[in-house]
């Protein structure tokens, strides 16, 4: 686990498209929206742009920009990671420092998974998981972090269309959003480019 090769994320975003086709096929009446939680919320933008219209709307939780800083920052220390150690050899850079970041404004730190979620019982489950908390590879990241630049081009968010509906949702104290902040980035992000229905929601002490 938390491995990605070279064009791993296309691969990713291909299988959600398979997994669409088999959801239309079975249900063809209905409208489908998608719902798409940290990680698969940057999927998810990678989604909409090679796949116009396929979806009435999407929701977004726990999100951020493909035009947030972050990225061009990983981008290339991900490929330095690669060129020196490997692909699949496990970054331990990116984690501590996401670790470390994540958890500067709890009071209530226990372990180095408290930001996940606000309920201390959720986290020890999650610290317990054999199949959690895996360290992701240096191919891992740089395909994350290319992945992220892309949803950010004005070039392929302009290929949405502006009657896809967004909600983008994220709890205040939640680190992956940056505090809430990423909401109104996201925001930006979209209605630049010309989508109209987006709604914000932001739970207050949630993360």
């Known amino acids: 686990m938390g491995k990605l090769g070279r064009g791993d994320w ?4 291909n299988d959600m498209r398979a997994l669409h086709d088999i959801a239309q096929k079975e249900h063809s009446g ?27 709307g999407v929701v977004l939780q726990g999100s951020e920009s493909g035009r947030f800083w972050v990225w061009p920052v ?5 490929r330095l990671g690669r060129k020196f150690r490997g ?16 958890n500067l404004k709890y009071t209530d730190k226990r372990t180095e998974f408290d930001w996940l979620n606000s ?14 908390g895996w360290t992701a590879s240096h191919g891992f990241w740089l395909e994350m972090a290319q992945g992220m630049l892309a949803n950010g081009r ?14 983008l ?10 505090y809430g902040n990423a909401l109104s980035r996201l925001e930006k992000q979209y209605r630049d480019t010309g989508l109209k229905h987006i709604e914000t929601k932001q739970y207050e002490g949630m993360r």
């Open 87 to 102: 692909a699949d050899a496990a970054s331990r850079f990116v984690p501590k420092l996401q670790s470390i970041l994540f």
């Open 30 to 56: 209905p409208p489908h929206f998608m719902y798409a939680h940290s990680m698969g919320s940057f999927l998810a933008q990678t989604f909409l742009y090679p796949h116009p219209g396929t979806k009435r």
């Open 119 to 132: 309920d201390a019982t959720v986290v020890d489950s999650y610290v317990a998981d054999p199949r959690c």
């Open 169 to 178: 949702t994220c709890g205040s104290m939640d680190p992956m959003s940056d």
């Open 154 to 167: 004005a070039e392929n968010l302009r290929r949405i269309p502006g009657e896809t509906r967004l909600l």
């Open 10 to 13: 296309q691969r990713l975003v």
């Open 74 to 78: 990983m981008l290339p220390v991900s």
